[in-house]
């Protein structure tokens, strides 16, 4: 293939059975390069630095002569996957070289430093039960193979995909190989149709290993309906002996028959995103025939998808087995599960007071159990506020679970282990012991509901002050199996449970159906909640009944609690403690944080992709707001503004990437960045030229009356500017951020009013003619949304111009004439700079330089403070308290300044951790940092 040393070797090609539920790093790719004409152009990013970013767009023209790219032509090589929403990449390798592959499937990981023994590359895989791996020797890489005595003929060793491949061209690959103990190997191209069915191979010729290199090759031109493409390294007999082959400096090219062997350039992704439709336009009687094709990144699919409830949310990010809310109102007689893998669970009396849907979620008290207690940023429930069903003290009914549509069976499954979960609650006004005893889950065989329960069951029932449950075998004996649980369980719980307050109540048997584990709450942690007991096996193949919030007529167990129950859940397996830590938050106060009091806002982000079950590349960054509001902003909402939500709430940038990945950056991702590239005249200095920038002095983005309100409570932070309005009029700037720390919503506004006040000059366009400057392709191609670039402009008659700012759009015009320009739009980054630093100001001189003087353990202590060596000790004026420190990760009020200014200092302190009015242990020189505490920088 001849080179055009001036142009990369582009790449255009689709993944026809990849949508977007898939992730975007494929493999099989089919290639529509030669198929492009006339222009290609994309667009990925926003208007200005406070614009929402908008889904990317690629478009472009294909000759479909052929008709393949027709939906309704069943003769298509593609025919059924020309549909909507098809995975689509450009990327393109610079410098160009005959080499296709990428740069670490090539040399085995060599240039991404892979150490030896690591997974393979990105396109590399194991082609057998032969164990395949990453070494290093003479100054290189290489795939060693181990092969055991007497191993199978014709094993593929390893694979190479992950390239683009198109019908009727040829296509060469080769290798160095060496090995021992006489074992032969080939190469050989493999084709599939685009439903991944075999279509045809081509081998090369089979050498006999030494441990000398040789040069394995093979050569093949891709039949008719070849939509994927692989090729493999293959052993062609079986040695008596163990024996091991190598294979190093792979290529793939288009070419007639194998070149030497260069190493390949770096690929750049310029796009990847989703075709969303198959147009079609002939003429010339129907002889030429063009698809005008338009893609659209992830962010689009986002834009159509509506969230659920928080808690809802995270349950169905784990994948139950049946996830009934029991949400239909009051006069449900079933209830969906909204997990789809069950049929209704149903309501069934035998008297006149059966349970009652459509309540709400009520307490005693608004404030939950834990360290949250008293705090106004925490209400009841307001994570999964309701509806729910409600017994009656005397109450004449049960909510029975079907049975497993699969396997017919009834209760949880036989064999893998299960995870079953209620919210509860039991009303206080009931003396204890009148149906404090109910079962919040009645396994039972035959059935409970006969005159003579006799028969191997479970139960799990609500006393007054524990959860207390049995097995019992065959003949109906509990307490003679040996069961640990029999009786109260007292020690899973901190206080009564007949208290008028919701509790979240969980129980797991592992996949050896010996090992069960409880679960209550997690306050103020899991571990603290969390016992193992182990039984005999159970003596039980299936239940006759599956019964919730009740029990059988006539007996102990036959009057439900008096009180309400929500969310019967069965997952998969047992749950973790984080898992579940994670539920008990998220089921209260929609936070998911195991700290209780709030997440962090990349970590909201995050959860806000389990929720849609994202599979593909995800770059996060660790988010600097880290008093992030509890999620009740999610229900309905679209999952495109909910993540936008979140990254204007950070002040902070997202967008997918041009790989694919979804891209969040912190606001600390702008601070004290420098230019990775200059654009301007002076080329002998380094300056990449550019056509003609234009600028604007933009009145239109000017806000001098700030407005930042809290999500969660409303409250509104205001800042203006008098002056600024004086010139230019009164100029409104809300913003809504989900915070709770008063601090950093009122350094938003201020920020937000110093950045926004006075009219800046932007650069809203920056074209750059790489056609005419092809030195710069690497450069122009490694640029990605948020890169920090520099602009400089010398003009003859004003002063010298410079603008370092953030890539905030890059489009791109490509065409089949030779013509390449790439035009960015980029904001002035200097103001972002000084946007939400982290305060290290009240820190004398340095930060992190005081540890704990002693062992600190008291609620309330005085804490001394020792200083490290070399070090100043802790001074801190008098105007700054109370102010908050951390010990490991703990935190701690100061109440007022130390006690002199040598070291050690003692501190009048509160400890208000994450383990509540249970301070962890802090010894001798943990170190003591400031809590994190934002200020107003420029």
């Not at 032509?73 to 025919?79: D, R, V």
């Not at 029932?461 to 003949?475: I, Q």
Request: net charge negative.
């Amino acid at each position: 293939m001849t080179q055009n040393p001036n142009w990369p070797v582009m790449d255009y090609a689709v993944c026809w059975q990849a949508g977007p539920q898939q992730s975007p790093i494929q493999t099989n790719w089919t290639s529509i390069l030669e198929r492009i004409e006339g222009q290609v152009s994309s667009s990925r990013g926003k208007q200005y630095e406070l614009d929402q970013v908008q889904p990317g767009e690629f478009s472009f023209t294909a000759r479909n002569d052929d008709g393949a790219l027709d939906p309704d032509n069943t003769a298509s090589p593609y025919a059924g996957w020309v549909v909507p929403y098809r995975l689509f990449r450009a990327r393109a390798q610079w410098p160009p070289t005959q080499n296709l592959l990428y740069a670490d499937q090539a040399a085995a990981g060599l240039p991404s430093s892979f150490p030896a023994g690591s997974t393979l590359p990105y396109g590399v895989f194991q082609g057998s039960a032969y164990p395949v791996t990453l070494q290093h020797g003479g100054g290189f890489n290489f795939y060693n193979a181990a092969i055991p005595a007497a191993p199978v003929a014709g094993s593929a060793l390893v694979g190479f995909n992950g390239w683009s491949c198109a019908a009727g061209v040829t296509y060469s690959v080769s290798c160095q190989m060496n090995g021992s103990t006489n074992a032969q190997a080939y190469m050989a191209i493999l084709w599939y149709d685009v439903n991944a069915v075999f279509i045809g191979q081509s081998s090369g010729a089979v050498l006999t290993a030494t441990a000398a290199a040789q040069t394995l090759t093979a050569t093949s031109t891709a039949p008719a309906g070849a939509a994927i493409g692989t090729f493999y390294l293959f052993l062609a007999n079986s040695p008596v002996a163990t024996s091991g082959l190598s294979c190093w400096n792979v290529q793939l090219e288009k070419a007639a028959s194998p070149t030497g062997y260069v190493q390949p350039s770096t690929w750049y992704p310029i796009y990847t995103g989703y075709i969303e439709r198959f147009p079609q336009t002939w003429t010339s009687g129907g002889n030429y025939g063009r698809s005008a094709l338009d893609a659209v990144d992830y962010f689009s699919n986002l834009a159509g998808h509506t969230l659920l409830p928080s808690f809802i949310a995270d349950v169905l990010a784990l994948n139950p087995r049946f996830f009934y809310p029991l949400s239909e109102g009051e006069t449900a007689t079933q209830f969906l599960d909204i997990a789809g893998n069950r049929g209704p669970m149903y309501l069934l009396s035998w008297g006149a007071a059966p349970p009652v849907p459509g309540g709400t979620v009520e307490a005693t008290t608004s404030n939950p159990p834990g360290p949250d207690a008293g705090s106004a940023l925490t209400g009841a429930f307001i994570g999964a506020p309701g509806p729910v069903v409600t017994q009656a003290p005397e109450g004449t009914g049960v909510l029975v679970v079907p049975p497993d549509p699969a396997t017919g069976r009834v209760g949880p499954p036989a064999a893998g282990g299960w995870t079953r979960i209620i919210a509860a609650r039991i009303n206080s006004d009931v003396a204890p012991g009148v149906g404090a005893s109910g079962p919040w889950m009645y396994l039972s065989d035959p059935s409970p509901f006969t005159a003579t329960p006799n028969g191997a069951g479970f139960n799990l029932g609500l006393g007054p002050n524990a959860m207390r449950g049995f097995v019992s075998d065959a003949a109906g004996n509990s307490a003679a199996s040996g069961f640990p649980f029999a009786g109260n369980l007292t020690n899973l719980t901190s206080g009564a449970m007949v208290d008028g307050d919701w509790h979240l109540y969980g129980i797991s048997l592992d996949s050896s159906g010996n090992q069960f584990s409880t679960w209550l709450d997690s306050w103020p942690s899991p571990a603290l909640n969390f016992i193992t007991a182990t039984h005999p096996a159970q003596s039980t193949p299936g239940v006759a009944v599956d019964i919730v919030a009740g029990g059988r007529p006539g007996d102990v167990w036959s009057v439900p609690w008096p009180g309400q129950v929500a969310f019967v859940i069965e997952l998969a397996g047992v749950i973790t403690g984080t898992q579940w830590a994670g539920l008990a938050q998220s089921w209260r106060n929609a936070w998911s944080s195991t700290s209780s009091r709030s997440e962090r806002s990349s970590d909201r982000y995050q959860r806000i992709l389990n929720w849609i079950s994202w599979l593909g590349p995800a770059r996060i960054s660790p988010g600097s707001s880290t008093s992030y509001g509890p999620a009740t902003d999610v229900d309905g909402a679209n999952v495109l503004q909910a993540l936008q939500n979140v990254v204007s709430s950070e002040s902070g940038q997202h967008f997918i990437g041009a790989d694919g990945a979804v891209v969040f950056q912190s606001r600390a991702d702008r601070y004290t960045k420098t230019p990775v590239a200059t654009f301007g005249e002076d080329v002998a200095g380094g300056e990449i030229p550019y056509l003609g920038a234009a600028t604007d002095y933009d009145p239109t983005r000017i806000g001098n009356d700030v407005a930042v309100t809290a999500q969660y409570t409303g409250t509104s932070y205001r800042a203006a500017d008098v002056a600024s309005q004086d010139k230019y009029g009164t100029v409104a700037l809300p913003l809504t951020v989900n915070s709770v720390d008063p601090l950093e919503l009122a350094n938003a506004a201020d920020s937000l009013l110093y950045q926004n006040k006075d009219p800046q000059t932007r650069l809203e366009s920056l074209p750059i003619d790489l056609a005419a400057n092809p030195w710069a392709w690497g450069v122009v191609l490694g640029l990605e949304l948020g890169t920090c670039v520099g602009w400089n402009r010398r003009p003859s008659n004003a002063p010298a111009m410079n603008i370092n700012g953030f890539v905030e759009q890059i489009q791109w015009n490509l065409d089949d004439q030779g013509n390449a320009e790439c035009d960015l739009q980029v904001t002035n980054g200097a103001l972002k700079e000084t946007f939400w630093k982290w305060d290290t100001s009240r820190w004398s001189p340095v930060a992190g330089q005081m540890v704990v003087n002693g062992t600190m353990t008291a609620v309330q202590a005085t804490i001394g403070a020792a200083r490290a060596a070399g070090s100043p000790p802790f001074t801190i004026l008098p105007g700054s308290y109370p102010l908050t420190i951390e010990v490991d990760d703990e935190q701690i009020t100061l109440t007022a300044p130390p006690s002199g200014t040598t070291s050690p200092q003692a501190f009048a302190g509160i400890i208000r951790g994450v383990n509540g009015t249970t301070p962890a242990i802090h010894l001798s020189n943990a170190p003591i940092s400031l809590a994190p505490v934002w200020r107003w920088a420029y």
